[in-house]
């Protein structure tokens, strides 16, 4: 029997409702396959910063980097919108995602076709659609020095942030997309802003190199950041793979996701070098305006456990299993507040999990 050590980090928010649900299927998957589940965790985020005085301990760092696997909830809230900048809740996040070398966020977008009427866009332009953003996550603005606010002489003040990219950190991301293209379908879309950024331009030629060195079996098209915003609600299926900065890559996605319905919707998986575990979290925030009323849409925090079993715990068909059930339930008109329209069944967080409990169960 194998053991896979797991790290729960629910956060802030709607986290710990949605992580509720994703426990659910942790013991769904010790039923129907030969492996158990060492479950621990943790503090991350505001609720962090209030028991502990910092976002993210050391000690809860160690014991993450001690998994196989740490899947997250949600961080953040208005609660600490007057914590300063490397104590807020997000600042626990990106420097989980530092410690890890989590630089490889992988957020798949995918409309399931029972939600095809929800999106904001027609059915014809999201029914099918299936696109994965490759975004690089551990560096970028997000991180580049200097950064901060400084006051000039003048006692006026000045806000720094540094948009930086060694070619090191822009070749390894773009393996990753094109290796994601070959096991795909076989296209990527570099995303950068090379007609006014050196370090989008330093994107494009490094980019362009990984490519004629190693994947001439993949489609390399560069695209102009705002171009490819507007393209995604143009025609999105164009797309298969979207490779981008940490910048873009959080804005793109959010867009995307407004595609398949809901961000309620969007898991996503954040990868290193393999020899730290990977982090799973749900593409969306912490929803603090609906938090504890248990309305919240555990699916994209369900989904992120299903990319843990592929990603990180080499269960590939449970994976598969988990993202059936919830085509399953979706087909069943079962429909969380967000993605509710007229004729389907509304229900909590806690009645979405159970039903994809018995989807799982009744397999
Ligand atoms: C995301 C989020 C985070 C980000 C925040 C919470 C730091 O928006 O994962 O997309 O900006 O990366
Ligand atoms: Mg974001």
Known sequence: MTTHKLML??????????????????????????????????????????????????????????????????????????????????????????????????????????????????????????????????????FGEPRGIETLDDGSRVGINTQRYTEAEIERIAHVGFQMAQKRGGRVASAEKSNVMEAGLLWREVVTEVHQDHYSDVELTHILADNCAMQLVKNPKQFDVILTDNLFGDLLSDEAAMLTGSLGMLPSASLGNGEMPGLYEPVHGSAPDIAGEGIANPIAAILSFAMALRYSLNMGGAATAVEAAVDRVLADNVRTSDIWAEGTMRVTTSQMGDAILKKLDDN
């Open 9 to 142: 980090l629910p956060g802030d928010g709607i986290g710990p409702e949605i992580m509720a649900e994703v426990t659910k299927v942790i013991a769904w998957t010790e039923r129907a396959f030969d492996v158990t589940f060492d479950v621990s965790s943790g503090l991350v985020g505001g609720c962090a910063y209030d028991a502990e005085g910092v976002p993210l301990s050391d000690e809860t760092l160690a014991a993450a980097k001690a998994c196989d696997a740490i899947i997250m909830g949600a961080v953040g809230g208005p609660k600490w919108d007057g914590v300063d900048y490397d104590k807020r809740p997000e600042a626990g996040l990106l420097r989980l995602r530092k410690e890890l070398d989590a630089f490889a966020n992988l957020r798949p977008a995918i409309c399931f076709d029972a939600l095809a009427d929800a999106s904001s866009l027609k059915r014809e332009f999201v029914a099918g659609l299936d696109l994965l953003f490759v975004r690089e996550l551990s560096s970028g603005v997000y």
